[in-house]
């Protein structure tokens, strides 16, 4: 069965070009049917294919290479897949979150006139996403890296005739591009220094050829982290993804949720070798995950739109994922990835059928009461906060336990900001949880504008995907031999300190959103605070700094060059001549006396040069 | 034989002329069927090509070789030659050349046989520059491929054509003179040191650094070249000439026009002035750095479509400049790739703008908005190129510009650095054409027809190449490797300092 691993991301992609070259012409029904089929097949490949590497002896690790991509002097990347613990874990990730994705969105997208672009975007984001992680070489990673970029700009602006929507998804392609060019710098070193793209010769060569502390790995380590930190959306290249949000709900379930935006924790997880190279980058991976777990958490309190709220709590759990992988918790932080791709998917499907029912509301201080009224979506919501939160026995405990114990045992204040963190976590998702489907109804529901087979299809995705939510936490991961191992063990009053905040957070939440809305308007008449929630609301005012640093200045530069300065002063010539033209054009006076005076005193002067020289 | 192509094409321009007085059709048949042709009989040769022995040498081979005698009093020869390189531009120069007489097909209407005498005569001149091994025929051939261009832009291009057209010919005259005088005073040293003149290359391979005055020779060829290709600040020319030409003007310009000047620099500068890699190699990267960032800002300023890719056109040959000066195999291989699949998306993209144009009678992005609802197929095909231009991976351009890159970056790490923001700009040029056309709200020119089956067929064919040179871009490069292997040893012996003469020896002892 390995041998059809090629086929994993080839049938997304082959649906991709059908839909494509089909223009649209394909009915709805045969659209979910090769949009969601191709998926489905692709993620039954991916599961026997885990079958099968699972009977194979531990530790082992199956290429499969198609063709010979490049081959110029060293340079000689080909187009392999690598199936190891870890790209496995990660290919079943997107297939089988992405399948229940797509089966979701066959129903939420029913009504729209673009139904088949919808789908070849999707899909051919999946091929994308599967090359990026079954990739052999940086080179190959590098184009599902593009790849997906290119799909989340596509999906992001995908209801085009909004302007807002354009703008936001060219921030998010043109700040991840400021991310994979520096990526792209760490790939033309790793090819001056070592000679060579593939993944696993990079990392045996930089174990042999350099030492611990290496200048070399450190710099690599850095420009990859800037890869990662754009795709990740992570601190300083994080401002992008809350404004993702104008996609699709399915888009930001499946990409700026599930999969594409942990693409930078895969990343550093692949390359782990280079990080642990380089113990003081490995750290500022650490460092990053925690300011930026605790700016978006402090963001994520403070925003009405419900998809935004979602936003910033992705890329606060994403902050999770690099604190993991910086303190040396590998295994944890990508099982982190696994269970919040469950949840938060999760949340996000859920959320868009709270909007969908809402006739396209998604501000939050409209909604209230709505647990009578769709009481199946109550409950899924209520699944997927409860593992947020890391509520003891859900999926997002088990996966966030050992980071923080682990936290705890390299570094306490990184401890303080994860755990502060999980504190934040539980009061911003539980004042959703309040705010929404609790207290008095301010929106009516309307009934859904899709078939009843295609509701049925959005059900059964959610509880397909509230059962991994809930019960993800007993999966194992075959990572022992890939990642370093690492048994984080925090002392009892720690561990239970952990384990209870998130619970005082929700009581905190019941008491300031539920039962005492009181309170909090009294902590908003402290002086300051409208301010600093204004400051917490508008992200940390990074989107206003950029604007300020990047955006006014190269747009006044633009302004500026526009008419080519260059292009001025070759015109100048042309005035010259033309002046020239023009002043011997006035001598042509027409009056003889004149021209017999000049032709007289130029014979004078002529002669007389004669006669002196 | 290689004569022969060229004949074939200034004929089939004098028929086309000649018949399309009396009807267009006869004369749009003939430049079909004589490009086309060419194109299925040229095609064969690439087996051979690609199977070429990589000799890391001054040994060189030709796929086909022809000389005759021309002027033998100044040692000026017909020599005309096909190697690896000169094979694929001449492949890609009959294919835009079919591609834009299927853009002019219903574009152009008036004095139709005159318009396909130009635009085979001047193709007939770009298959003599990327053939022409003797310097003088390389001049006559530079200058045979410019005044049918003249003509193309002045006659049939749009509202200001006039300036476009002269501005155009001064630049491109002005340089080539200075060229012409490097290439005598080149000949004129050879005189002296061996008593009779030659214009060979095979006699004049490295002999310009020699020369006291070498720099000031190869600055003449060197600004004849960057003029051409274009690069900062050289570049001012083109803007217009692109805005004002016909669909297939534009098509020639940006896809083969240009190409001649990184031609000539790969081929002719640096072989007959190798130390300018060491002196000048520095500046000359600076000057393609400067323009990959200076001309993509630019570019995103534009209002006019054809303006804005015109821009694009100049960032992207910065490229070319930095992989020839940073001379190994990577970078060059990313410069020629650039240079082929450049050749494909830059053409498409003004098709595309003629396109429009075309239909809407504006080429003003500020009146262009939602098309995407109107002309799905128009939308999709520029995603494609607007994204081949940003360097997606797996298309072409991506493999051209991350082999200069790596290249380059193990000559010179700042400016493989600043150039490497060009990926950051180019996606800023190149998203908001989409956002400016095709997003947005819906304009006043909702009922434009969308491509037809002549512009679908000519898309999918550079589509197909750009696939095809994203992904299985080996065909390419082992075509090329031979051609790089062999001009990387002559330089390499001549910066040596081995005894000219032998030199000299080896490679006429290898024709």
Redesign the interface.
Known sequence: MLKLLWLVPLLPLLSSVILILTKGKLDNTRVSYLGVGSVGLSALIAISCAINFNMAPPGSAYTQTLWQWIDVGTLQPSISFYLDGLSLVMMLVVTCVGFLIHLYASGYMYPDTDYSRFFACMNLFLAAMLILVLADNLLLLYLGWEGVGLCSYLLIGFWYKDPENGRAARKAFIITRVGDTAMAIGLFLLVRELGTLDIQQVMDQANHIWKQDSGYAAIIALLLLGGAVGKSAQLPLQSWLPDAMAGPTPVSALIHAATMVTAGVYLIARSHELFLLAPDIQMLVAVVGTLTLLLAGFSALTQTDIKRILAYSTISQIGYMFLALGVGAWSAGIFHLVTHAFFKALLFLSAGSVILALHHQQDIRKMGGLYKRIPFIFIAFLIGSACLAALPMTSGFFSKEPILAQAWSQSPILWLGGLLGAFLTALYSFRLIFVVFFGEVKTETHPLEVPEKEQWRMSSSLIALSLLALFGGALTLPLDRVLPASDPHAPIGIEALNTVLPIIGIYLAYQLFMKNPQWLDKVMTSPGAEKIKAFWFAGWGFDDLYDRLFRFPYLRLAAALGDDFADQISRITEKVSSYGHWLMGQTQTGSVRGYATVMTAGAIVVLAIGALS | MLSALILILLIAGGLAWYFGNRNADIARWIALGSLGGMLMFMIPLMPQALNAPIHHGVEISWLVYQQNSWIPRFGINLILALDGLSLLLVLLTLLLGVIAVAASWHEITERVGFFYFNLLWSLAGVLGVFMALDLFLFFFFWEMMLIPMYFLIGIWGHENRHYAAIKFFIFTQVSSLLMLISMLALAYLHYLNNGHYSFSYFDLVGTGDQSPYGFWLMLGFFIAFVVKLPA??F???L?DAHTQAPTGGSIILAGVLLKTGAYGLIRFLIPLFPDSLNYFGPYAMAIGVTGVL?TA??A???TDLKRLIA?TSISHMGFVLLGVYAW???SL?GAAMQMLTHGLSAAALFMIAGAIQHRIHTRNLEEMG?F??SV??IG?ITLFFA?ASLG???LGN??AE??V??GS??VNVPM??IA??G??TA??YS??II?KA?????TDHQQMPDFDQREMGAMTVMIIGLLWMG????TF?DTL?PVFAQLDGAVIIVENQVNLPTLVSHLEAAQ
Not at chain 2, 438 to 442: D, M
Not at chain 2, 471 to 474: E, S
């Open positions: 900062f600040p570049h001012t020319w803007p200076y800002v630019v995103f300023a534009q821009y190994n195999i990577l291989q939602g995407w609802a799905p197929k999709c994204m997606m991976p797996g991506f493999v991350f082999l890159l790596v970056f193990q493989t650095l490497t923001l990926l950051v996606a800023v998203l908001i956002q095709f997003h947005g709200p819906q992904l299985y871009p080996q490069l490797a």
